[in-house]
């Protein structure tokens, strides 16, 4: 169902109230100290109704232009995703630790500053994309970082993937510098940041969400609002364990098919035509097959989310042996120099192993 966009104005209570008719009650807990990855003690546990949107806001240009939007973090995701903005007409100020990436889009019409406390000190509303928790706590809390510029009135959106202490945290640091924080993971990789196809998981202020609502809809082609903050972060690494697991089982299939005999780029067919068909398999399978992992998300990035998604599960006592599995994998390909291939080729870590049994 499309979203209603609500009016900026409206009361969070009106807001919550509308966001909250729509999916099952999902408990999510966390420790009492969020700067530790997971919690070992629940502190309190939330229900939460989605709210989602599946087609854009529309917005015109003078609209989008009316405020000044930072964009922290210009890697695979963050450079496409901060094009679309520039190319929409938006008025985009950017920084990155390595300044060279932001020369692409210096030259679209961007504006640079050199730290991100500059980016959110000049900017209304900034969105960053950091690769790990680590740099997501960095660059809002560290030295110069973003809490250190932002002031009441502006906005924070985190669309990295993180655990949720690690967004609990932030977003404590940025509402006690009198902004509101909004946490939106996105689901996607580099073709999907490049279409502006994203889908975003946001929690947070909801009054910030209606207020970034026309921005996301330029990077991508869904949102949903999930509550508190902590909830956006969980679902997305829910979402990068099913994917995660689902690689590494199809990896093995390929494997299987040459050793059987079969031929794969049929068994990529077959897939892409049946009930299991997902679009990874016919987008990865040919260059898997050909053992060549265009990067479009990093495998040392699917690991740790690998490894988030379990602690989450630890933290609740919920068994998840399938994707242990399958991060055990992805460790061993990380062993083998592959980190920064695409996520694809942990398929190379199963021909590993069968060539140690040969």
Known sequence: MPLVPLSFASSSSRAMALCSTFCPRIPIRFRPKPISPFPSKPLFSLS????????????TKDELGTLSIGFLGLGIMGSPMAQNLIK???????WNRTKSKCDPLIGLGAKYKSS?????????????MLADPESAIDVACGKNGAVSGISSGKGYVDVSTVDAASSILIGKQIKNAGALFLEAPVSGSKKPAEDGQLIFLTAGDKL?????????????KSRFYLGEVGNGAAMKLVVNMIMGSMMASFAEGILLSQKVG????????VVSQGA?????YSLKGPSM?????????????????????????????????????????YKVAKSYGLSDEDFSAVIEALKAAKSKEA
């Open 208 to 220: 910030l969400y209606e207020k970034a609502a026309p921005f996301l809809d330029i990077m991508g």
């Open 276 to 280: 299991i068909n997902a679009p990874m």
């Open 116 to 128: 991100p406390e500059e980016v959110t000190a000049t900017c209304d509303l900034t969105f960053a």
């Open 289 to 329: 097959i050909k053992s060549v992992y265009p990067t479009a998300f990093p495998l040392k990035h699917q690991q740790k989310d690998m490894r988030l998604a379990l602690g989450l599960a630890e933290s609740v006592s919920q068994s998840t042996p399938i994707a242990a599995a399958a991060n055990e994998l």
């Open 88 to 94: 929409a007409g938006c008025d985009v100020t950017v």
């Open 262 to 269: 079969l031929d794969p780029n049929v068994l990529v067919e």
């Open 48 to 59: 939460f109704r989605a709210y989602s949107s599946q087609q854009p806001t529309p917005s």
